[in-house]
């Protein structure tokens, strides 16, 4: 795709699922990579092999932050501009989900998620927009939302929905503002999609036919169809595409079929 080889790319909530597909696709675009990642280190030190393989003159490292944490993301920032010299793509993927009956949900698992989903979102898109600002370079900024944000299914998971709803509004309202500054933002929506979220697909093969019976194509997506959007939206090809969200759902919205 146009425009991304040699950019510098941040990913948050890079080490696993789409996360790591959207990783390395960018390596493959010829971009240089920075994975964000919280817990468990091992994915992560995987993933910067592989990305390393995918593009062996590039420049990736890793860097664990919880990006619903202020100071964590300010740091998070300040090394990846440190180390890149500067940040041409932000990819805000971070993301977790609990699900749970809504008059039962415990505020605390509430407050987690909309921490990390919505908040996490916004500081790690402030931190990247001063940048562009402070750099007076353009930049592009692409978060995940989800199909939920668009059309609501989960019964049980309206915490996440509510989440990702707010996402949208987030991308379209920083767009307005920033359009004329040079600086992108648009966000990718996925459909059910084969990843550690969905981990009930692989140990439930009945529920994975189930959701695939309701979409057009008849199967669940596959991260790296997601991670194509993505990387589409970041890409020169994209630049007349301000505040949109693109769903990638193998035609889920489109109505559901028998």
Known sequence: MRGLQGKNV???????????????????????????????????????????????D?????????????????SLFASAIQEFGALDVL?????????????????????????????????????AIQHFLDARRPGAIVTTSSVEGIFPVEEQAVAYIMSKFSLDGMTRALALRYAREGIRVNAVAPGATRTPMNADFETNPDNERAVAKA????????????????AFLASDDASYIHGHTLVVDGGFICGRII
Not at 20 to 46: H, I, Q, T
Request: charge should be negative.
């Open 10 to 56: 941040l990913v948050t909530g890079g080490a696993t699922g789409i996360g790591r597909a959207v990783s390395l696709r960018f390596a493959k675009e010829k971009a240089n990579v920075a994975v964000n990642f919280v817990g468990d280190p091992e994915p992560a030190d995987v993933l910067l092999e592989e990305l390393q393989l995918a593009h062996p």
């Open 58 to 74: 590039g420049r990736h490292f890793l860097l664990p932050a919880d990006v619903s944490n202020e100071d964590e993301v300010d």
């Open 91 to 127: 990819i805000a993927n971070a993301g977790i989900k609990i699900v749970a009956e809504p008059h039962e949900m415990l505020i605390a698992d509430y407050d987690r998620l909309m921490a990390v989903n919505q908040r996490g979102a916004f500081l790690c898109a402030q931190a």
């Open 215 to 230: 979409i057009p194509i008849r199967r669940i997506g596959e991260p790296e169809e997601i991670a194509a959007g993505i």
